[in-house]
């Protein structure tokens, strides 16, 4: 297993452009997470899918973003209509659910990094 | 509001001497606590975590410690070397199984 794999690392794009992260998670890990840092603050929870079902969404996940898992495997991240405040780094994390006091660690892909020019 | 904390931005330390990262936390629905290490241009690694069940969880030469009371936990790396420069992310969870919620980080130098 090569572990979360993220596609593309790096990505430019002109303000008002649409934008789509792709995420490919450990295989055997059902739940998927989309996180989002910017410069000097840690990762911010945006959504995250238990197999297909899109469990939860942050208010920071405006009408811009959509996010999907279509067949409980790869994810995928839309930014619509792109902001100069959309700039940051996308990390999608994957693990398996854990009861009470299971590991729980995530573990996360390198991320892409958004440029919104 | 910020229910994980981490008030010191950065630290240096020398080679050889111990590293103490902070972590505070106002939810006390929280039951579970992470440490990640983050390198330049990569994802976030798990390090070590512990639940609040315990006090002390140890892995090698990193040790996590919880005061539930104090809501506050540390993270120590004795002896620190020069590979764990590096950002340190606290991250907490309550036991509904909700997603991390991660703090603001701290960057760690070891200077040789």
């Known amino acids: 297993d090569t572990g979360v794999s993220q596609d593309p690392r790096h990505k430019i794009t002109k303000r008002g452009q649409n934008v789509t992260f792709r995420c490919d998670p450990i295989?055997?890990?059902?739940?998927l997470y989309w996180y989002r840092q910017t410069l000097g603050q840690g990762p911010e929870f945006l959504t995250y899918?238990?197999?297909?079902?899109?469990?939860?969404k942050s208010r920071l996940l405006s009408d811009r973003f959509s996010a999907e898992r279509p067949k409980g495997s790869f994810s995928t991240l839309e930014i619509q209509r792109t902001e100069q405040g959309d700039s940051a780094m996308y990390l999608c994390?994957?693990?398996?659910?854990?009861?009470?006091?299971?590991?729980?660690?995530?573990?996360f892909g390198s991320g892409t990094r958004l440029t919104v020019v | 509001d910020q229910q994980v904390k981490q008030n010191s931005p950065s630290l240096s330390v020398q080679e050889g001497r111990i590293s103490i990262l902070n972590c505070d936390y106002t939810?006390?629905?929280?039951?579970?606590f992470l440490w990640y290490k983050k390198y330049p241009a990569e994802g976030p690694t798990f390090l070590i975590s512990?639940?609040?069940?315990?006090d002390k969880n140890e892995d090698g030469r990193f040790t996590v410690f919880l005061n539930k009371s104090a809501k506050h936990l540390s993270l120590h790396i004795v002896p620190s070397q020069p590979g764990d420069s590096a950002v340190y992310f606290c991250?907490?969870?309550?036991?509904?199984?909700?997603?991390?919620?991660f703090g603001k980080g701290t960057r760690l130098s070891v200077i040789a």
């Open positions: 939810n006390s629905m929280f039951d579970y």
């Open positions: 295989s055997e890990h059902n739940r």
């Open positions: 991250a907490a969870r309550d036991s509904g199984n909700t997603p991390l919620v």
């Open positions: 899918f238990q197999n297909e079902a899109q469990l939860e």
């Open positions: 994390a994957s693990s398996l659910p854990t009861k009470g006091t299971g590991t729980g660690g995530y573990t």
């Open positions: 512990i639940s609040s069940i315990k």
